[in-house]
């Protein structure tokens, strides 16, 4: 399983007949495995209506030309995603997110929510976060030469 994902919804909305207008954004490996897990999301959480995919596209591995991984031969919706992409179905393949550069993966992310970060709110948190890092040292420096531990 990627890091990035869990095999149960963390979240589940508290009335199920309401659909989240915002697709739930996902990165992930691009392999049948990855694919699923949206159509999974959407299935379990009975909360949003679709998936988003922002990294790793089909697009963006012909874009970055990722190389190829050896894909699971035994997975059962590799047949389906190979012909919707026109793979070869004798050979599964895969592409691992990872193999983008790390300053790119964050800059595609970034791009793709932050006409969705709430920029008033997104202060508050930060100050708050600076408030309790200048406490925390604050208490820590009561111990600073007192050679306790």
């Not at 990165?27 to 049948?32: E, L, N, T």
């Not at 894909?71 to 793979?87: I, Q, S, T």
């Amino acid at each position: 399983m990627h890091p990035l994902h869990c095999s149960r919804p963390l979240l589940r909305c508290r009335d199920s007949r309401r659909a989240i207008e915002a697709p739930q954004r996902n990165v992930g490996d691009f392999d049948c495995s990855g694919a699923d897990i949206e159509r999974d999301w959407v299935a379990r959480t009975s909360c949003w209506s679709k998936v988003e995919r922002i990294v790793l596209t089909h697009e963006q591995t012909q874009a970055y030309e990722l190389p190829a991984a050896a894909g699971k031969r035994d997975d059962p919706r590799w047949p389906a995603f190979a012909r919707r992409y026109g793979f070869d179905v004798d050979q599964p393949v895969q592409w691992e997110v990872e193999a983008l550069e790390p300053a790119e993966l964050q800059r595609l992310v970034l791009e793709a929510v932050d006409s969705h970060i709430d920029r008033s709110q997104l202060a508050r948190q930060l100050a708050e976060e600076q408030l309790q890092r200048r406490q925390l040292a604050d208490f820590l420096r009561q111990f600073d030469g007192s050679g306790g531990s």
